[in-house]
């Protein structure tokens, strides 16, 4: 048969009181806390989906400019309009006979542009990344025990 032991003193009313006041307010104050971190961080994620929007109607109506301005500037430089600018400042179509060509003996010309394909990699292994810094922390902490397990059956 067990013997059960009596405790030789019991607390006073009021210290289990202050204990479970304690742990009530322990309890509403992190739940208090959670719910300001909660609702920080949707505040935040709110403002920054608001901002994105904004952000995006701005670059939709840039965007719209950009392409009014292209389409301005395609009218301004086709062909037909530059050609009735140039009749409008006094410009008439060069004919063969008004053509003048003239050799200068020193003018070299321009010369080419060279354009060469860069070397390939042959050592693909320096270049890529060490096996150490691409193993997540969960695999190194799971290769590592088990390394160690190994090591004390041994």
């Known amino acids: 048969m067990k013997k059960q032991t009596k405790q030789a003193y019991r607390q006073k009313p009021w210290r289990i009181q202050t204990q479970w006041i304690s742990l009530t307010l322990l309890v509403v104050v992190l739940a208090i806390l959670s719910i300001a971190m909660n609702l920080t961080i949707t505040t935040k994620s709110a403002h920054a989906g608001v901002q994105v929007r904004v952000l995006e109607a701005e670059r939709e109506k840039l965007e719209r400019s950009i392409s009014g301005n292209l389409t301005l500037l395609a009218q301004i430089l086709s062909a037909s309009t530059m050609q009735e600018r140039a009749k409008e400042m006094g410009y008439v179509p060069a004919t063969q006979a008004n053509i003048e060509y003239i050799y200068l003996s020193e003018y070299v010309g321009k010369e080419g542009q060279k354009i060469s394909i860069p070397p390939a ?34």
């Open 121 to 154: 990699r042959d050592n693909a292994v320096a270049n890529s990344i060490k096996p150490i810094y691409t193993r997540s922390l969960w695999d190194w902490v799971f290769d590592n025990t088990f390394t160690m397990l190994d090591r004390e059956g041994k």
